[in-house]
């Protein structure tokens, strides 16, 4: 024998090998591992997770894991978590997490159990781990350990009709100062129409107040202490407040998306500034399919820094049977579940799903629909998951930039005054340790 | 010495009997009372116990002894929410004992009251609150609501409703009102079919007017029914809870942040605890003054 085929040979085996080992290993994961187990889910209910339940009985059918779900309004899912949790029982096995406002509380608490080695052995070989949103993955990262799996990718985008800035003569606005002057010549052209529409409710604004904020330049805190009373802060509480005041709906302190989408949906606002996974919502009934275009926030002072937030998938610490749970999780954020997911109006954080051709077909049927996934591009490369402090009480940091927003909506306060208050309370909240 | 068969000591058969039957059925309601006690005792000692804990954001707990107190006392959000509370609890009782007492009249001088009309009457209160919440929350929308829209098509201005700083309260009050009168009115039609008709009969003998008798014996007899409902609703409307929370969540700003739903926030959405057991607390023992404070005024009305 030549040398030549000698080494041919062990090339050979060795590849044979490998490929034994691998189909071995790959064979190794087995989605009926926990046949017969029942798993806990404590959901929220929101598009994502009403959209990912319609395919419940797929995943009873491929694990023979039986799926308990108790399903709750959002606030009311956060305090059932917070009292299950507190108790450290094992009533829940997975639950649904919103990094960008609870992940640092959450994971101080201990209330995650740590994903990254499961990520890493028992995960099916067509999950692709390295697909996902590395920045979304970033976020639900505390101290090395990961926390949860992104089920989405989302943040705040405007709606706008076409028709009426038609009729109008309105331009799509290039600047957030262009958003202003389409309300007021919207507002003088047609008065029945509610110029432009956002959340103005207490404790959901930050949300959309964030994305004004960064893209006009300011910043929360600045050297550790709240920056609230910055020239470019207080511009951003003064532009947010006074579109809302003086464009907005009456009684928009009350509004957050129910009555937004609602809102825009039966064809009574012109401009809505709202969450993207709203799509589904605006566009039921067909009425606003063909007439809404759609935009990230344009640029500011400080160009565009699009709030971008993704819905998380995570096992709680106290789970009996973390190993079954972490087959659910990674089941509803697998390439195939989030494909079916995208086509209902889920944008998934996975490129992959985002080139896939049934996808791409369904995005290119409605105009539309291509508009809000080029939104969402923009949202994945630029965004910031940034909605109220970056510390661990950040949700009640969010209570206090409502507070401040608020009174200037209802004009109880100078934008002086209201930023002072603002920052006085929270300066208090971060020296809280 | 005292002889062990003196007659002091030697009780008779019949209370010998009597004794031991309060003993055995002691025994049995002993596992029942237990429960009830257990089930009432325990959480409000664990929730004093909270009280003089002290949780941060990341759930750290240190002892604090009366700091949450302390810190309660001078916290203004604690007394406007004591404000709006006591303001939103006169409002709607007043609207519930007026319309309760009028609606109770009215089904009591009707001859004949069809089950559908009673059914009507019974199912604001039937509603779970929540449903209840939605709804208005839908009917006063300002834009798309059909409260504005009957207001504008009647040629009257239309109103924020719930999102007006200044009308929130009374509008919450209306419906809660809308929910709950019927249930007053029940309790004092009761009432008045328990009153004796010797005293209307001489009232009619004596020449007396419909208001007369309505002011000088239909209403001073009512009143320990009417401070009954009193007691009843005090207890609901000091911890008026699901209406704001569904409709505004204490908003627009704080101004219908009652006691219980400044509470709810500070312990479930910021995590602190220890300082909403000592809110808590503070709004128990308000109640508990306020039921008591009744009690006393039913005593003495009472006939």
Same mark, same amino acid.
């Given at each position: 024998?030549?040398?030549? *085929? ?122 692709? +781990? ?29 709606? +706008? ?45 930050? +949300? ?31 532009? $947010? ?22 809102? +825009? ?85 996975? *490129? ?36 109220? $402090? ?16 608020? *009174? ?26 | ?64 002894? /009366? ?22 609890? /006169? ?13 109770? /009249? ?190 006393? /005024? ?6």
């Amino acid at each position: 024998m030549t040398a030549k *085929s000698v080494a041919a040979g062990l090339t050979l085996s060795i590849i044979t090998a490998s490929a034994i080992v691998s189909a071995a290993h790959a064979a190794d994961f087995d989605w009926k591992k926990f046949q017969g187990k029942t798993v806990s889910f404590l959901a929220n209910n929101n598009p994502v997770s009403q959209t990912l339940l319609k395919h419940k009985a797929d995943f009873e059918k491929l694990t023979g894991i039986t799926l308990k779900v108790d399903m709750y309004q959002e606030q009311q899912m956060r305090q059932r978590l917070v009292t299950v949790m507190n108790a450290h029982s094992d009533e829940a096995d997975v639950f649904m997490t919103l990094p960008s406002r609870e992940g640092a509380q959450f994971a101080a608490a201990g209330w995650y159990a740590d994903l990254t080695p499961m990520t890493k052995n028992e995960v099916a070989p067509d999950y692709d +781990y390295a697909g996902l949103s590395q920045a979304l993955l970033k976020a639900a990262t505390y101290n090395g350990k990961l926390t949860s799996m992104p089920m989405n990718i989302e943040g705040p985008v405007l709606y +706008y009709r076409t028709d009426i800035f038609k009729k109008c003569g309105v331009d799509q606005p290039k600047t957030i100062g262009d958003i202003e002057a389409a309300a007021k010549k919207i507002k003088a052209c047609d008065p029945s129409i509610t110029p432009f529409v956002s959340r103005g409710l207490k404790p959901a604004l930050p +949300y959309t107040f964030s994305n004004f904020l960064h893209n006009m330049g300011g910043s929360y805190m600045v050297n550790g202490k709240s920056a609230l009373c910055t020239p470019k802060d207080k511009a951003a509480l003064d532009t $947010y407040s006074h579109l809302l005041r003086a464009y907005g709906p009456p009684g928009v302190v009350n509004y957050s998306f129910p009555q937004i989408s609602a809102l +825009y949906r039966a064809g009574r606002a012109a401009m809505d500034f709202e969450a993207s996974n709203e799509l589904p919502t605006v566009m039921e009934g067909g009425a606003r399919l063909k007439d809404t275009g759609l935009i990230p926030l344009p640029p500011g002072d400080g160009g565009q820094v699009p709030t971008t937030i993704g819905w998380g998938i995570a096992v709680s610490a106290y789970s009996k049977q973390p190993d079954a749970a972490w087959y659910f999780v990674q089941w509803a954020t697998s390439p195939a579940v989030q494909k079916l997911m995208a086509v209902q109006g889920i944008a998934p954080p996975r *490129s992959s799903v985002a080139d896939d051709p049934t996808y791409r077909k369904w995005i290119n049927e409605q105009p539309v629909r291509k508009e809000w996934q080029a939104a969402l591009d923009v949202l994945a490369s630029k965004g910031t998951s940034e909605v109220g $402090y970056p510390i661990v009480a950040n949700p009640q940091s969010r209570e206090f930039i409502g507070q401040a927003v608020q *009174s200037l909506i209802l004009k109880e306060k100078t934008v002086d005054q209201a930023c002072a208050d603002a920052d006085k309370a929270l300066d208090a909240l971060i020296a809280q340790k | 010495m005292v002889a062990l068969e003196s007659p002091a000591i030697r009780k008779p058969a019949e209370t010998f009997g009597q004794d031991r039957q309060r003993l055995e059925l002691a025994a049995l309601s002993a596992p029942a009372v237990l429960f009830t006690v257990g089930m009432i005792a325990f959480p409000v000692i664990y929730t004093v116990w909270l009280s003089f804990q002290s949780f941060s954001s990341t759930g750290k707990q240190s002892f604090v002894g /009366l700091g949450n107190y302390a810190h309660l006392i001078s916290d203004n959000e604690f007394w406007h929410g004591l404000w709006v509370t006591l303001a939103l609890y /006169l409002l709607s009782l007043v609207l519930q004992l007026v319309f309760g007492v009028w609606l109770a /009249l009215v089904l009591f001088h009707a001859k004949r009251l069809s089950g559908i009309v009673r059914s009507l009457f019974i199912s604001p209160f039937m509603m779970p609150p929540v449903v209840a919440g939605m709804m208005w929350l839908v009917i006063l929308d300002p834009s798309i609501g059909a409260a504005n829209y009957i207001l504008t098509s009647l040629g009257l201005p239309p109103s924020d409703w719930l999102a007006s700083p200044t009308f929130v309260i009374p509008t919450v009050a209306l419906i809660d009102s809308w929910q709950w009168t019927p249930y007053v009115a029940l309790i004092v039609l009761g009432g008045l079919q328990s009153l004796p008709p010797s005293v209307y009969e001489a009232a009619q003998i004596d020449g007396a007017s419909p208001f007369k008798t309505f002011q000088r014996i239909t209403l001073p007899l009512l009143l320990p029914t009417i401070v009954t409902a009193t007691i009843l609703r005090s207890v609901d409307l000091l911890r008026f809870f699901d209406i704001i929370y569904i409709t505004t969540q204490g908003g627009p700003g704080n101004a219908s942040n009652t006691l219980n739903i400044y509470g709810f926030r500070v312990g479930f959405e910021f995590f602190n605890i220890g300082y909403a057991s000592a809110l808590m607390l503070t709004l128990t023992a308000i109640v508990f003054g306020a039921v008591l404070a009744f009690n006393r /005024l039913r005593n003495a009305v009472a006939w």
